[in-house]
């Protein structure tokens, strides 16, 4: 008995003298092909762009390829659920939103829970909400936009891609009701918004400052607390009698739980390098503020965003979405 147990003994040291040296292995030799990034939203969108300059960055730094997939949808959750359930291995990334921790909520369901299913890797962006008018819109600031809303409800529609919830807040902190008509885009919302289709759209800057700066968009409101330095000329709704009215996505990286923890490391610091790039600079005359973080800070960040729209949800029961 006793010399099965000392051979039991020595077994067992082996294996363990092992085991970290295999996982030390694996993680050194990650990435050993190429990784796929799911994006959430359609082409041509702010947070399709920045995501592939993002993905371009992080494969230059990890030395391989970073193919972007775009994966639209059920407001966010076809993507968000297609990582959520990929091999947790780190070769299957999200880039997604801040609209992850809206749909566990508001819907539409079934939605993923982003503080199970995903494990956070690094806060890429943050970036206010603006309201942009065609130029047939007669109204070009806050207050004008509230008085004609006011006047006839509903009777101004609104263009986003998949923001209702941030419309209904709009409507509940200013006192009005637009219209709104979801897109799975940014881009095809700003062409039907130009083409006289919607009065307005509701975006990031990256995506509207373009054809705000070539005319065929006016700016009318940003929807922060203080005015963005790309458009310092534009008005908040902090300033127009609305303080509590701030509407600030963020964008980070994801991978699927489980995904091994020396995997996480090693792509979050791959992702600050990379966003200390000097070619990501001009997005901050873009409207953006580019910043990293720990995987811990982003785990934080969506928990303590997930807590507010639960309570806001509470509070206000007629923000439910309508999708």
Do not use: C
């Amino acid at each position: 008995m006793g010399n099965t147990l000392r051979a039991l003994g020595a077994a067992m040291s082996v294996l363990l003298a092992v085991y970290p040296a295999v996982s030390t292995s694996a993680a050194t030799e990650y990435p050993s092909r190429p990784i796929r990034m799911i994006v959430p939203y359609a082409v041509g969108g702010t947070t399709d762009l920045v995501a592939r300059q993002y993905a371009e960055l992080l494969g230059r730094e990890l030395s391989q390829t970073v193919v972007v997939e775009n994966k639209p949808g059920a407001s966010t959750n076809i993507g968000n659920r297609l990582v959520a359930e990929a091999d947790p291995d780190g070769y299957t990334l999200l880039y997604s939103t801040g609209q992850m921790t809206q749909t566990m909520t508001f819907g539409p369901f079934p939605a993923i829970d982003p503080t199970e299913a995903l494990a956070p890797v690094s806060l890429i962006l943050t970036s206010p909400q603006m309201i942009a008018g065609n130029t047939d819109q007669k109204f070009s600031s806050p207050e004008e936009l509230i008085k004609a809303a006011q006047a006839k409800p509903k009777s101004i529609s609104i263009a986003s891609a998949q923001l209702q919830l941030y419309v209904n807040v709009l409507g509940a902190q200013a006192g009005i009701e637009l219209l709104h008509v979801p897109y799975k885009g940014g881009a095809p919302a700003v062409t039907d918004t130009i083409g006289g289709r919607t009065n307005l759209v509701m975006g990031q800057p990256p995506v509207l400052l373009p054809f705000i700066r070539n005319g065929a968009l006016k700016p009318i409101a940003v929807l922060s607390k203080e005015r963005i330095a790309a458009l310092p000329e534009v008005r908040t709704f902090a300033e127009s009698g609305v303080p509590a009215l701030e509407l600030v996505t963020w964008n980070g990286v994801f991978v699927p739980k489980g995904t091994p923890a020396a995997v996480i490391d090693r792509l979050s610091k791959a992702t600050k390098a990379a966003l200390a790039d000097p070619s990501l600079a001009r997005l901050a005359s873009d409207g953006l503020t580019i910043q990293s973080s720990t995987p811990e800070q982003l785990g934080e960040r969506v928990a303590s965003d997930v807590r507010s729209w639960k309570q806001l949800a509470k509070d206000n029961p007629d923000l439910a979405q309508v999708r």
